[in-house]
Nanobody, 120 residues
């Protein structure tokens, strides 16, 4: 079992930046990533990074604005979000999967989520 704890969410104005962190209870040796769920919408893929941090995959809606990274020494994955837009408002969930995936059915572990709100 792996427990994931997200932090760093909050309220920011449009065009601003936020950084999220997700600490795992132990080394996962798996891909890690982020999904998000906006009010009234289904949860959607944001980004995934492989275990060695050599391969990443981004949703088209965030590519060029968001950057994922990980530090396996502290079992943590990070999401730096720049040029935030109101449509980025959502609960952001950290996720662990065997490999890079956009498919939620392949997620092994989920975090509890952290709220990101972008005001216009």
């Amino acid at each position: 079992q792996v427990h994931l704890v997200e932090s760093g969410g909050g309220l920011v104005q449009s065009g601003g930046s936020l950084g999220l962190s997700c600490a795992a209870s132990r080394r996962t040796y798996y891909a890690m990533g982020w999904f998000r769920q906006a009010p009234g919408k289904e949860r959607e893929f944001v980004v995934s990074i492989d275990e060695t941090a050599t391969t990443t995959r981004y949703a088209d809606s965030v590519r060029g604005r968001f950057t994922v990274s990980r530090d396996n020494a502290v079992n943590t994955v990070y999401l730096q979000m720049n040029d935030l837009k109101p449509e980025d408002t959502a609960v952001y969930y950290c996720a662990v999967s065997l490999d890079i995936t956009t498919n939620q059915a392949r997620i092994l572990y989920w975090g509890q989520g952290t709220q990101v709100t972008v005001s216009s």
